[in-house]
């Protein structure tokens, strides 16, 4: 497994790895997915984008961008997506562990995510193994189909 950052060959797949967690609609905020014109614009706009490649194929990634204006621009926040068949054979840790490296190097100082769904065991696993800090919880913070669930916050200091 390798993570490198992303070549415009890269978007398709890319593309595909983004649009299959909006459509599972457990992670992400999105409710619509984004078209080829869209994923181009998207992923090109961010400060950084990298890739976790195996054996050749794109298996997941993650977008890096600061999490507000001004004042609060040294604070970054990051994404990261794992193909469906390829989750659990560690592209997820890769991906945060390059974007941590990445953060630093593009002059965040912290990163902070917003909307960590609680149930999402496998994400919560890899910030708290990697020493993110947690902020709290906000009930009910993110709609699925039927029901709402808790948000957890979290912060990295690089």
């Known amino acids: 497994m390798i993570v490198r950052f992303y070549r415009s060959e890269d978007v ?26 869209e994923a181009e614009v998207f992923f090109g706009e961010q400060t950084c984008c990298a890739v976790a490649e195996q054996d050749g194929q794109v298996v997941g990634l993650y977008i890096l961008h600061p999490n507000n204006i001004g004042r609060c ?31 630093k190097e593009k002059g965040f100082r912290l990163l902070q995510f917003n909307a960590v769904v609680k149930t999402n065991e496998a994400a919560r696993h890899i910030y708290e193994k990697l020493g993110f800090v947690t902020l709290g919880t906000i009930p009910g913070g993110f709609r699925m189909d039927d029901r709402y669930e808790d948000i957890v916050l979290y912060y990295y200091a690089l």
Do not use: T
């Open 12 to 37: 398709p797949a890319m593309r595909e790895i983004w649009n299959q967690v909006v459509e599972d609609g457990i992670a992400f905020p999105q409710l619509d997915c984004l078209s080829v014109e």
């Open 73 to 103: 621009g040294h604070i970054g926040n990051a994404s990261y997506a794992v193909k469906r068949n390829c989750r659990g054979l560690g592209a997820g840790e890769a991906l945060v562990r390059h974007c941590l490296a990445a953060a």
